[in-house]
């Protein structure tokens, strides 16, 4: 079986609470009730694990009731960084999972498609991120004062989320990062300690994290373009 | 005395012709006629060269007469490629032209601020150049198909437009990247040829280009928040 654990514990500095920013409507719906919904749709996950903030557990139950969610769920504490909530999501997977999608809570655009890529990438290569080009011209500064490097832009990506890893890889990744004290924002990352190669994976659609207001209206119009509306159940 | 090269004879592929996209409307007014106005509107700023692309001077010299921009102006022919375009219009400066910002037109949001902030970086360093901190996460990857080296996002920051120098350093720089055949995207890379270095000066406000026509709701919410309309002259 294939697990989602949808990381929605953040401290959101940027913006505030994490979960207010969660719970922003956008195309009225709340940003984690169209990740949710992604996941719901996505016919390759059997399982989906909401790391939340401790205490706000039937906040986020509420939704399944609201949105009519089906899906087996879960919804579980996280911890003080974002690893401590991955490494609690997936002490919560079901013990057939053999898969797991890591996705970030407020990322309301991920597709169906790029979840099935991403977990074929795990399964081929044990890991693989949703990733694309990037288009800025970025540069490498020791000191931030001066540019010390200039990059190769055809060899960058930005990576986002969903990371999927086969869930061996990824406990055994997370573990290591543990034993050395590291806590890591990013799960590929912990994969180089381990010496796991990651796939990268293309995602040919827009997939921004909702992360200062300024961003909703945007996140608004892409999502009006290219979704069906979520449905209320009744 | 300082001096603008606006650089707007792009070739644009993302999104058909470069000129079409500046002379899209963004609250109301051509995308290149707000670029041009807060180079109208810097003080530190005496003279502006819009380089365009061959035929169309007179297209954008009505611009001039339409908004009422009284600064002097020359408008330019561009090359095939951005770096010849740049080449153009460092040769249109006046003689007596010290300091030069290079800037997209395509940038709109460009800071009456951050013009001036980049001439100094210039006239402290010889080159500089308006950046903002990576947030994204970035991999490098020799093949595109796997993550080669995770960079330090605390090291990584994305260059924009304007980018200013001295005159003679720039003039320099371009022409050695020209005598080894080189078409460099990005005016802050030619200083490296000749040993050059570039201070980073950090753009406190978006300073997005306009790319394809979905960056156009977002640029256009963020100039009505920020700034006086235009006006018209009459």
Known sequence: M??????????????????????LEIARRPVIAHTWQQFERAA??????????????STFAELAAKYGFKKPFRIVAG????????????RALSPQSELVAIHDGARPLVTVEVIQDTLEGAWETGAA???QR???TIKESEDGQSISRHLDRQRLWA?????????EIIRRAIAAARAKGLSLTDD???CELIGQPVRLVNCPTPNPKVTVPADLPYVEKLLQAGKAPLKVAR
């Open 188 to 190: 590929t990352a912990a």
């Open 134 to 136: 990037v288009t800025d």
């Open 2 to 23: 294939n697990s989602a654990v949808i990381v929605s514990a953040g401290k959101g500095t940027r913006m505030g609470a994490n979960t207010a920013k969660l719970f």
């Open 79 to 90: 911890g003080a960084e974002r690893q401590d909530s991955v490494w609690n999501g997936l």
């Open 44 to 57: 390759c996950i059997g399982e989906i694990i909401l790391v939340v903030r401790a205490g706000l557990q």
């Open 129 to 131: 991120v949703a990733a």
């Open 159 to 167: 990576v986002q989320t969903p990371q999927a890893f086969q869930v």
